[in-house]
């Protein structure tokens, strides 16, 4: 599923999550479920009119900023991104 972050860092700042628990992107996850976040995450960039680019996040842990136990990614855009982030 996917919805807009209640905290956005960017114009666009969506988050695709998986149905199931897991705790985080360094837990086993199947390749399947790892597949359909990528494609949604890639279905919402389009809808939300990204084609100029946008980023993909996971955090890992709270040093990451990683504040729910949950795995999800964010799919940011909608302004320039500098690098490295953070």
């Given at each position: ?11 666009t700042?969506i ?6 628990h897991i705790?985080?992107i360094?837990?086993?996850v199947?390749a399947?479920?790892?597949s359909?976040?990528v ?6 960039a389009?809808?939300e009119?990204?084609?100029d680019?946008?980023r ?6 709270e040093?990451?900023g990683?504040s ?9 855009g ?8 953070g």
């Open positions: 599923m996917a919805f807009r972050d209640i905290n956005p860092v960017a114009p700042h988050l695709v999550i998986p149905k199931q705790g985080s360094a837990d086993p199947s399947p479920v790892l359909d976040l494609a949604l995450a890639a279905t919402v389009a809808a009119g990204l084609e680019g946008w993909l996040v996971s955090n890992v842990g040093s990451a990683q729910v136990p949950h795995l999800h990614f964010h799919v940011i909608g302004r320039q991104m500098s690098w490295p982030p």
